[in-house]
T-cell receptor, first 114, second 112 residues
Framework: DGGITQSPKYLFRKEGQNVTLSCEQN?????MYWYRQDPGQGLRLIYY???????QKGDIAEGYSVSREKKESFPLTVTSAQKNPTAFYLCASSIPDITNEKLFFGSGTQLSVL | GDSVTQMEGPVTLSEEAFLTINCTYT??????LFWYVQYPGEGLQLLLKATKADDKGSNKGFEATYRKETTSFHLEKGSVQVSDSAVYFCALSGGGADGLTFGKGTHLIIQP
């Protein structure tokens, strides 16, 4: 079955450590997105990519980095510069024009600070 | 910029009650409008959508009508079930490359 796989489900970060969240899709979608979800805050866009080897900052990109070396993969690195990383992180994908189409979401990664 | 405002939760109802979750939006042009649902510990799933004024989206007994004159897209269901307990997000697409703009979500709790 086609879909988006995020791993790990739960991740713990120590102070000063970088951690990488994985996102893989087999839907053949060009566009991929990373959102951060905090209680009562809804979803906020971190980074997005419309095509391989290209990505753009979203609303809250500071302290995060991404790469898009393959169409299927869009990993997110939470760097030590992100001072408040505890949140639920959601990856999504779609065809480039989503005016009439939906986003497909992964099941998320819960990141916590030790 | 674009924005979506939803009624704050949690919203607690008894089984078989009528549900309304309000959603209003601000956008330039003519956005598409969506309702997504999130069950505990999971990602979001599309519930329904509407792409132009006066369109009605419907799915699983839920409905929402795109009202351009009031810039609203309220979610309704005539008789809720315990299994409808989840967080509901209203969202819009302005057609840009940066995906959807989401509201803050409304936590719905249905008691038996």
């Amino acid at each position: 079955d086609g879909g988006i796989t995020q791993s790990p489900k739960y991740l713990f970060r120590k102070e000063g450590q970088n951690v990488t969240l994985s996102c893989e899709q087999n839907l053949n979608h060009d566009a991929m997105y990373w959102y951060r979800q905090d209680p009562g805050q809804g979803l906020r866009l971190i980074y997005y990519s419309q095509i391989v080897n290209d990505f753009q900052k979203g609303d809250i990109a500071e302290g995060y980095s991404v790469s898009r070396e393959k169409k299927e993969s869009f990993p997110l690195t939470v760097t030590s510069a992100q001072k408040n990383p505890t949140a639920f992180y959601l990856c999504a994908s779609s065809i480039p024009d989503i005016t009439n189409e939906k986003l497909f979401f992964g099941s998320g990664t819960q990141l916590s600070v030790l | 910029g674009d924005s979506v405002t939803q009624m704050e939760g949690p919203v607690t109802l008894s089984e078989e009650a009528f549900l309304t979750i309000n959603c209003t939006y601000t956008a330039t042009g003519y956005p598409s409008l969506f309702w997504y649902v999130q069950y505990p510990g999971e990602g979001l799933q599309l519930l329904l959508k509407a792409t132009k004024a006066d369109d009605k989206g419907s799915n699983k007994g839920f409905e929402a009508t795109y009202r351009k004159e009031t810039t609203s897209f309220h979610l309704e269901k005539g008789s809720v079930q315990v299994s409808d307990s989840a967080v509901y997000f209203c969202a819009l697409s302005g057609g840009g490359a940066d995906g959807l703009t989401f509201g803050k979500g409304t936590h719905l709790i249905i008691q038996p």
